[in-house]
């Protein structure tokens, strides 16, 4: 982990399994308060509302990856219909057989290509694939040399689910882990090669959601759920800053028989925000907090930092509760590792 301006850049490792809709759910935005939260105290110039505008700019680039990342899959079907078509010329010219139009015209990224909402964000974008010719070239020649292409092209079932199950095998394969293409979205935006693992993800869930009925009113995952995501990402971070004292208090008090003073500094932000969360949210169960900011430890924190906030925030957790400071119930709980 490095800090970078105000955004720290992490590896994300976990698969994530996503059940909801929308693309901003509450996993991205704890994951995203950690970060903020953790680079507004390395930040000299503390201002909240700066930190807050930030927060929200974090968010919305990791739905513009989402779409950048979908539209990619349509230039390298533009890259395959122009070369169709020299190809195509040539064999005229030569009084050859004609090559083969299956994957230029593959029937999910012409429906991708038709998207309107996708149309509508590239249309709103300064940069896109076009002002990357080299790249999506590349790309398109590794595809073409692919035992996955190679495949699809051999197979006799011609329909538009062999074709949508095509560019989620790409994907997987070529997109997903690409060294290029990561080095290429950090030079475009810091926010983009932090973002990826998680953005991937929705992605295959989106071309897996495709639906060759739907045509170009296919919907996309939208951004947020509703308001009260945006809400809940608000509230979170601004408690999280504005009770630090109170919440650094109550992991002190809760602390006297741990080696508290040894706590690596983003554990101790991490707790801060999972208290936060306790606190200011009452519909959300204690275990989940717990759960959910435990592993955020485990990924983005020390070895042993995964256990030791778990027992942290339990004790913390029951100690507020039995002063009557946190209106929740905490049932017994298996101690995550």
């Not at 994957?103 to 909402?117: G, I, P, V």
């Not at 630090?244 to 809760?254: F, I, R």
């Given at each position: 982990?490095?800090v ?18 929308p693309m ?39 739905y513009?990856l ?12 533009n ?19 004609q ?21 509508d ?7 896109t694939?076009?002002d ?14 692919s035992?996955?292409f190679?495949d ?38 810091l ?10 993800t929705?992605v295959?869930?989106t ?18 759920d ?15 800053i ?14 006297r028989?741990w080696?508290?003073?040894?706590l ?13 969360e ?5 519909s959300?169960?204690v ?9 955020i ?17 339990d ?23």
């Open positions: 982990m490095h970078q301006g105000n955004l720290i850049i992490f590896a994300v490792e976990k698969s994530i399994n996503y059940n909801v809709s901003i759910n509450r996993e991205i935005i704890r994951i995203k308060i950690v970060q903020l939260t953790y680079a507004y105290y390395q930040n000299g110039n503390k201002n909240i509302d700066s930190a807050e505008k930030e927060l929200f700019f974090s968010l919305s680039k990791a513009d989402y779409n950048y990342l979908l539209a990619l899959m349509v230039a390298v079907a890259e395959a219909k122009r070369r169709l078509e020299i190809a195509e010329g040539k064999a005229r010219r030569e009084g050859t057989p090559p083969s139009t299956r994957f230029a015209y593959n029937r999910f990224t012409l429906q991708l290509s038709e998207n309107r909402q996708l149309s964000f590239i249309g709103t974008q300064k940069h694939w076009a990357e010719p080299e790249f999506v070239g590349k790309l398109y020649e590794q595809i073409e040399q035992q996955i190679k699809y092209m051999a197979d006799p079932v011609d329909n538009y689910a062999t074709d949508r199950e095509l560019w989620r095998k790409l994907y997987r394969t070529l997109i997903q882990d690409n060294d290029e293409l990561d080095q290429l979205l950090e030079e475009l935006s926010y983009w090669n932090d973002d990826k693992e998680i953005v991937d929705f295959l869930k071309i897996k959601r495709f639906d060759e009925q739907n045509g170009a009113k296919q919907e996309l995952l939208p951004e947020y509703s308001e009260e995501d945006r809400d809940y990402a608000r509230k979170l971070f601004r408690a999280s504005l009770n630090a004292d109170e919440y650094q208090h109550y992991m002190s008090e809760a602390s028989n080696d508290f003073s040894r690596a500094y983003m554990d101790v932000v991490i707790m801060q925000i999972a208290i936060a306790m606190m200011t949210f009452p959300i169960p275990s989940v907090s717990i759960n959910e900011f435990v592993d430890a485990k990924l983005y924190s020390t070895p042993k930092s995964g256990g030791y906030i778990n027992g942290m925030l004790t913390i957790a029951r100690h507020l509760i039995k002063t009557g400071r946190l209106m929740k119930h905490i049932e017994d709980r298996p101690q995550k590792s």
